[in-house]
């Protein structure tokens, strides 16, 4: 039903009002998936599609709001037949998981750039060219990161955020996937600097992916010597084998200020240059040189003497061993774990998590030797997490709040940029934040948002968003009706109030997407 923007703004004021000041304080269930452009976009609905039949958000809900980029129809019911701690157990084992539906259909749409006209690229690919297809250089094992710049930097970033809000949307490791945009913003790298612009996907691919459910200190290493790493934040230039030369502090700081020990995690200038003279010589060819980005190690480059990081002793002569060393140190400290603690608990359990929780997962980092699976264990055992009143308190961030938006109406898209457009106005487009410190988690960042977040209800209702498809008859006679179709999207029975909205506005999915128990999880 078609419905006009007075008519929905009328019905949905009170609950955009509600979402703001609570910040503050198909047609039956199919065997094959629908399919556009030749391939399934959106799993088949089948098997149990119950939706959650309680008035409070209960446990599984909460688990599904929180470790997910939201439930889809009948995901309740999956996790449901689990269990709490089964679910916990599945998500943390992804490489258990069949994906291939959302694998297929990265594949595909990356090998749709295998137009040998196209404009994303700048030289005519001829014949069985494998550069053809931008699949290998978003997976895992392959395209060498030289071959990045065989491509156009649009081109690039187009398919990269294609594929990040594919993987969200249709992927059934889930915690995975929400991992990977945790780590992407605290290793945070903007895409427009110098040759950043390539080596971008290579460091989404070999460092956050590869890492996400690993160990901590692994995924620093690879960090550390990712090649865009090394141009954003000057690693490269980080030269002090010469008395007259000083080392470039610029990544020596992050490391300790944003990716170990935290701003406040008692490291001291003196820190920063002791750790910025361990890490120079590191460098990386660069785009007019052979083997273009390649990590190298130059000797003649680096300050071989003896360095004292942290109250810790570092002797002469280790070399490229320095970097390791400098590592194990900031690994080790004790800053550090509180701090991955506070932020995995802030993004898990609240805007400002409780000192309890913080004090637990800091110890499960430190017991475990940085271990993530184990980490995250103890964020989602601890009573903070599990307490009633921490449910649906956290306002989704944007990306959260439009990749929810599809997994509940079982969407069926093609992530291009027409989806993507919504994000950039929003503030939230993957890969696109200027700074170090990645988008913000808190709510009070977000909330200026809600006028597009209304916008965005209703071109997905109404099928306004070209690539983007969802068919309401079809799910509602799916889930068995519009109460059911609510309780999908609620994770939890409607209140009278919200059942009443949704019937009288004739825009039942864009005001339940719109709504405050919505935009919260």
Excluded at 128 to 157: C, H, I, M, W
Excluded at 180 to 190: M, T
Excluded at 274 to 288: F, I, M, Q
Excluded at 402 to 427: C, I
């Amino acid at each position: 039903m078609s419905f006009s923007r007075r008519q929905f703004l009328t019905i949905g004021a009170g609950a955009l009002a509600a979402a703001t000041s609570g910040c503050d304080d198909l047609t039956k269930a199919a065997a094959d998936a629908r399919v556009w452009i030749g391939l399934p976009t959106a799993p088949p609905l089948k098997g149990p599609l119950d939706p959650p039949a309680s008035a409070e958000t209960d446990l599984i809900s909460h688990l599904l709001n929180r470790l997910t980029f939201g439930a889809r129809p009948g995901d309740y019911a999956s996790a449901s037949s689990l269990g709490a701690e089964g679910f916990i157990e599945e998500q943390l084992a992804p490489e258990k998981v069949d994906d291939w539906l959302c694998e297929r259909r990265i594949r595909h749409d990356c090998d749709s750039l295998s137009d040998p006209e196209s404009k994303l690229f700048p030289r005519k690919l001829q014949g069985n060219d494998p550069l053809q297809s931008l699949f290998p250089a978003l997976k895992d094992g392959g395209a060498r990161v030289g071959d990045l710049y065989e491509y156009t930097d649009r081109a690039l970033l187009q398919e990269l955020t294609r594929a990040t809000l594919l993987r969200a949307t249709l992927s059934r490791r889930q915690l995975y996937e929400v991992m990977v945009q945790f780590w992407s913003d605290h290793f945070n790298i903007d895409p427009s600097k110098g040759e950043c612009k390539w080596l971008k996907t290579a460091d989404d691919r070999d460092v956050i992916r590869a890492h996400a459910l690993g160990n901590f200190r692994d995924l620093l290493r690879a960090s550390a010597v990712s090649p865009a790493m090394l141009w954003y934040l000057d690693g490269r230039v980080n030269r002090s084998g010469h008395p007259d030369e000083k080392p470039n502090e610029n990544y020596a700081r992050e490391l300790m200020e944003l990716h170990t020990l935290g701003v406040h995690g008692g490291y001291t200038q003196q820190d920063v240059i002791e750790v910025a003279r361990c890490l120079s010589g590191w460098t990386v060819r660069d785009k007019k040189r052979h083997f273009k980005g390649r990590v190298e190690f130059q000797a003649k480059e680096h300050d071989d003497g003896a360095k004292r990081v942290l109250g810790e002793d570092i002797p002469a002569g280790l070399g490229a061993g320095d970097l390791d060393r400098v590592l194990e140190i900031v690994v080790a400290h004790p800053s550090t774990a509180r701090h991955l603690a506070w932020k995995l608990c802030r993004r898990f359990i609240n805007d400002e998590p409780p000192a309890s929780a913080i004090d637990s997962t800091a110890k499960a980092f430190t017991s475990s030797r940085g271990d993530i699976r184990a980490t995250l264990r103890a964020v989602f055992a601890s009573a903070e997490f599990r307490a009633p009143e921490t449910r649906g308190i956290k306002f989704k961030r944007p990306f959260h709040f439009v990749v929810s938006a599809l997994r509940a109406a079982n969407a069926r898209t093609d992530g291009a940029p027409p989806l993507a457009e919504y994000l950039q106005r929003l503030g939230h487009a993957p890969f696109r934040y200027p700074t170090p410190d990645g988008y913000p988690e808190e709510a009070r960042h977000w909330q200026s948002t809600l006028l597009w977040r209304w916008n965005f209800a209703s071109a997905l209702a109404e099928n306004r968003i070209k690539g983007t498809q969802v068919s309401a008859p079809e799910l509602t006679a799916a889930l068995g009706g519009d109460a059911a179709l609510m309780a999908t999207f609620l994770g939890r029975k409607p209140t009278e109030q919200e059942a009443r909205a949704y019937f009288d506005s004739g825009a039942g999915i864009a005001l339940l997407v719109a709504s405050p128990a919505f935009q919260r999880c």
